[in-house]
């Protein structure tokens, strides 16, 4: 496998490869089966290759920090009802203003609006928890609680609400790699760049934080601070990534998985650039493979949480959690 | 340096540490001892203060030890936990260039990096230094996290149970290594289960028993006959072979 090639190289030249290979495959969703004017493709496809790389980073960058927090590879914040939270909102807003009010909401607004939601809901979430003992595994756990709860309440309006806004519902909570909005993909690139400088500022201290609290208290870290800004940022990157692409489960844990596998080093300053690299890459390349090549619209989503939601069972199974 | 006074520690209403007072003497060994549930890792922990206290204080040089600033602490005293989750994909050269964080914040100097290797060095850990932890054994990979608290350079070392999975050649390259911070000036508490080895390598032993103070003082005035009897419940002899004291239980 891949990973047997990379071992012979070194932590940087590791990332030099998987930048190039993400390079060509953005080279190639620039350029395969472009027809016409070249001043109307670049700009178009480049946009929505921008989306692609927020949408992958945004995801890398939350996955890799919770599982630095919770010390396991299988959990991400879409395991935890982040996604399923981000479904209720939509599905209550097309309840509550109906399908033609939904649609006519301006997304500039409609983003800030969820992404101050999740924020607050998520820190509540896990600040709930963080106020008593610092326990993440009781946090998992009421995650895990509350995404069934969210999804439950999903699934009963989806019952009480006319069919012919189902639809409406349906579009809106499912990713789509297709429509990007150039405003958003804007705010949410900037967003999550600002967010990757600040993380590789500090990656010596998720270094440490990762050892678990006692020791990174140890060695001079405010642990319950520094806990409760890193909460707050995965907040942040999952309301863009969802606001901006969709809910994806399994995505994020594909992505860290292939990270470990291809970079082998738990050192944050190789591990957050390849797993942004890998997500971006990946993205990029399915996307092209089934746009471009295939000429299929629609089925990237699905190939790619497939893929992902084995990779998670292939991780329990093989005890692969720390 | 260390002073403890009427401390007591609860988890969930219950007290594991009930009216302490005690010192660790500036520049010893201190060995501290007792039975299972006795206290001795809850009381390392509060003074590392990674265990919230419930009532009483502890006083570093003087000073309430909650009031220090962690990264201010951190330069200062340094704790080894038995049950600090290993991250499995870092070197021993990673973990233990962990412990200059206090100082450097990741930006470790030549004389950063000089203490690190000899850290390396002084836990026979030299052969295994760019191996991963997960390559390692459960004994390599400990000696790995006392490593990284060594290269901290604390003014004092609060060790829980370090001897615990290792061989007795490492057991006695860790107490060398104990004494060795010793002669540097430095203070160190480490929580031990051979008796031993207590009285043979510590300076000041202290004795728990149900969450309080049991005995403190020199090995030779707290592991006796009667005392250890007494901390254990159970008869236990102590002998002497050659000059060195031997704790045996009949």
Redesign the interface.
């Known amino acids: 496998m891949g990973g047997h090639v990379m071992d012979n190289l070194s932590l940087p030249s590791r990332l030099a490869v998987l930048a190039t290979l993400a390079v060509f495959a953005l080279l190639a969703f620039m350029t395969l089966e472009s027809r016409g004017n070249w001043g109307f493709v670049l700009p178009f496809r480049g946009i929505k290759a921008l989306a692609l790389i927020t949408f992958a980073t945004s995801v890398a960058l939350s996955t890799m920090v919770f599982q630095t927090l919770t010390a396991n590879r299988i959990l991400t914040p879409s395991i935890m009802g982040f996604d399923a939270l981000y479904i209720l909102i939509q599905t209550s807003l097309v309840f509550t203003i109906g399908g033609v009010g939904y649609a006519s909401i301006d997304p500039v607004m409609k983003f800030t609006v969820e992404s101050v939601f999740m924020t607050a809901a998520a820190l509540a979430l896990f600040g709930m928890v963080l106020r008593g003992v610092h326990d993440i595994g009781r946090m998992v756990l009421t995650g895990l609680i509350l995404g069934v709860l969210f999804r439950s309440i999903t699934s009963l309006i989806n019952r009480l609400i006319d069919p012919s806004e189902f639809s409406v519902i349906q579009q809106a909570n499912f990713a789509s790699f297709n429509a990007v909005n150039v405003e958003l993909t804007w705010i949410t690139f900037v967003l999550t760049a600002a967010c990757f400088v600040w993380l590789m500022s500090i990656h010596k201290r998720l270094d440490i934080m990762a050892l678990g609290r006692d020791a990174a208290k140890g060695l001079g870290v405010d642990y319950e601070r520094e806990t409760k800004k890193l909460l707050a940022v995965i907040a942040l990157l999952v309301s863009s990534s969802t606001a901006l692409i969709g809910p994806v489960y399994f995505y994020g844990l594909l992505i860290a998985a292939l990270s470990h596998k291809l970079i082998g080093t738990w050192r944050h300053q190789y591990l957050l650039p390849a797993s942004c690299i890998i997500g971006a890459g990946l993205l990029i390349a399915s996307q092209t493979l089934f746009e471009r090549v295939l000429s299929l619209q629609t089925s990237v989503a699905v190939v790619i949480e497939a893929i992902g939601g084995i990779t998670f069972l292939l991780l329990l199974f093989t005890r692969k959690t720390r | 340096m260390i002073e403890v006074r009427n401390l007591a520690v609860a988890f969930d209403g219950t007290k594991i540490l009930r009216n302490m007072t005690l010192s660790l003497p500036k520049g010893k060994l201190t060995g501290i001892v007792g039975p299972n549930g006795a206290g001795k890792s809850t009381l390392l922990?509060a003074m590392?203060?990674?265990t919230p206290i419930h009532s009483g204080e502890i006083l570093f040089d003087g000073f309430p030890i909650g009031d220090i600033a962690?990264?201010?602490?951190?330069?200062r005293l340094?704790?080894f936990?038995q049950?600090?989750?290993?991250?499995?994909?870092?070197?021993v050269r990673?973990l233990i260039s962990?412990?200059r964080?206090?100082h450097t914040?990741?930006r470790p100097t030549g004389a950063d990096l000089l203490i690190i290797e000899q850290a390396i060095a002084r836990l026979d850990l030299s052969e295994f230094a760019d191996r991963?932890l997960d390559t390692l054994s459960g004994g390599q990979r400990q000696r790995a996290l006392l490593g990284m608290?060594l290269a901290?350079t604390g003014d004092v070392v609060l060790l829980d149970e370090p001897l615990n999975n290792l061989d007795i050649t490492h057991a006695r390259t860790v107490m060398r290594v104990a004494r060795e911070e010793i002669e540097m000036g430095r203070t160190v508490a480490i929580v031990l289960h051979d008796l031993s080895i207590a009285a043979n390598h510590c300076d000041h032993v202290i004795a728990l028993k149900d969450g309080q103070l049991h005995s403190s003082g020199k090995p030779e005035y707290v592991l006796t006959n009667e005392g250890l009897s007494d901390l254990y419940n159970t008869k236990v002899d102590v002998a002497e072979i050659e000059g060195r004291r031997v704790i045996l239980t009949v």
């Open positions: 922990t590392g203060r990674l962690t990264a201010s602490l951190a330069k340094s704790i936990r049950s600090t989750p290993i991250t499995p994909r870092l070197s990673d962990f412990g964080y206090p914040q990741g991963y608290v901290q």
